[in-house]
């Protein structure tokens, strides 16, 4: 089977246009509150009332809304107006018509929140009382408006209606796009995954050529190391530097790489062992190659292949230290993964609060994630060994 048509790399080339293109399809930011903390998805619960906007402005002088469900949670008026004379906004509802604000001659800029006792004094309610129930009593036809929209220059204003469901994947514990913090989530595991097994590869090569081809002492003193890190407790040691050199995601490549590189160390020597007395390589000691030359022309090509393969199947590795270092709470808060995500689902609650779709989709991709790079190591491991490729074949 060819590469590009196993399902792993079709599946990786995906994730790769999504962390890159994903974020900039969404007209907010990862950190932005779009709507009430645990809100459910839209596809989900219909019973419960949406999170949207009703946005006005000079060339939209109202729009309007039929309401079939509860009143919302929370209410926001945000937005600008320059008008040449006072305008009055109004709240037109089923049966009757309320006066919300009135804008006056000049520039105003307004962010209100419907729990402001003025906005409910100038509603005319009572300091109790719950905007939305006042503004959303009954189900009907409700549209907000200007009196006189021509008396505006320029401007935008818009009623922020949080419901209980927002989009594909609802909202977190902040009120936050789950499905805009998973696609961010992409972009950092592929980040940690690759680059922490490219640099860790790095290593195990530079020292796994070293130790194989000059031997003696050197060989001994990598080896003694590669034995005194392969038998440290790993998840303590990550813990304990993630804490001093600080949390931030070239921090955390660094760290994944110095603890990941002496399986591919041995794998190199093994290999280096087997090739330096061979007959080309007795050859060229003897015409008088230099050493870097040997490593570089003839011994490095030959550990390509199976570097390859490493490179794919270190790389879950990685992706797998990188969540549980973060599902610890031992990662930068700034850095949105997957592993950050089941962490603050955990912290705040979302297991007592039964949102599942906090918990699911970076689980999930977590492991598809992990399952794309087993395939294409196997997949590279056939390339590399003839018994196991003729086995694939068979």
């Given amino acids: 089977m060819e590469l590009h048509r196993r399902w792993s790399f079709r599946v990786l080339l995906c994730l790769f246009f999504l962390a890159m293109v994903g974020p900039s399809l969404f007209s907010i930011s990862p950190s932005d509150e779009v709507a009430p903390p645990f809100a459910k998805p839209l596809w989900l619960r219909h019973n419960l009332p949406p999170t949207i906007?009703?946005?006005?402005?000079?060339?939209?002088?109202?729009?309007?809304?039929?309401?079939?469900?509860?009143?919302?949670?929370?209410?926001?008026l945000v937005g600008y107006i320059v008008a040449t004379k006072p305008v009055s906004l109004l709240w037109i509802m089923p049966d009757r018509e309320l006066f919300l604000l009135l804008f006056p001659q000049g520039e105003t800029t307004l962010e209100i929140d419907g729990r402001d006792m003025a906005f409910k004094e100038m509603l005319g309610a009572s300091p109790f009382a719950q905007v939305p129930q006042v503004l959303f009593p009954e189900e009907g036809e409700y549209t907000l408006a200007f009196d006189h929209p021509e008396y505006i220059v320029k401007g935008d204003l818009a009623l922020h209606i949080e419901g209980g469901r927002w989009g594909a994947l609802g909202t977190d514990q902040r009120g936050r796009d789950v499905l805009l913090l998973f696609i961010e989530?992409?972009?950092?595991?592929?980040?940690?995954g690759i680059s922490a097994t490219f640099l860790a590869t790095f290593l195990g090569l530079s020292f796994g050529l070293l130790s194989g081809y000059v031997g003696g002492w050197l060989d001994a003193l990598i080896m003694r190391g590669v034995d005194v890190l392969l038998s440290i407790p790993i998840l303590p040691i990550l813990m304990v530097l993630a804490a001093f050199w600080g949390k931030g995601l070239w921090q955390l490549v660094l760290i994944l790489s110095l603890f990941s590189w002496m399986g591919t160390a041995r794998t190199v020597r093994a290999m280096t062992l087997t090739l330096r007395d061979s007959g080309y390589i007795e050859g060229l000691r003897g015409l008088g190659a230099p050493t870097h030359y040997i490593l570089w022309r003839h011994l490095l090509p030959e550990t390509l292949p199976l570097l390859l393969a490493n490179?794919?199947?270190?790389v879950p590795g990685a992706i797998l230290s990188e969540a549980g270092i973060s599902f610890l709470g031992l990662s930068d808060p700034r850095i949105i993964s997957w592993g950050r995500m089941l962490h603050e689902a955990y912290a705040f609650g979302a297991f007592s609060q039964g949102a599942w779709w906090l918990l699911l989709p970076p689980g999930l991709g977590i492991t598809l994630l992990c399952l794309v790079f087993l395939d294409l190591g196997k997949y590279l491991e056939e390339r590399v060994d003839p018994l196991l490729k003729g086995e694939a074949r068979s």
């Fill in 53 to 76: 906007d009703l946005a006005i402005s000079k060339n939209k002088g109202e729009s309007s809304i039929a309401w079939t469900y509860s009143p919302p949670a929370r209410l926001r």
């Fill in 185 to 192: 989530g992409v972009r950092v595991s592929l980040i940690v």
């Fill in 311 to 314: 490179i794919a199947l270190g």
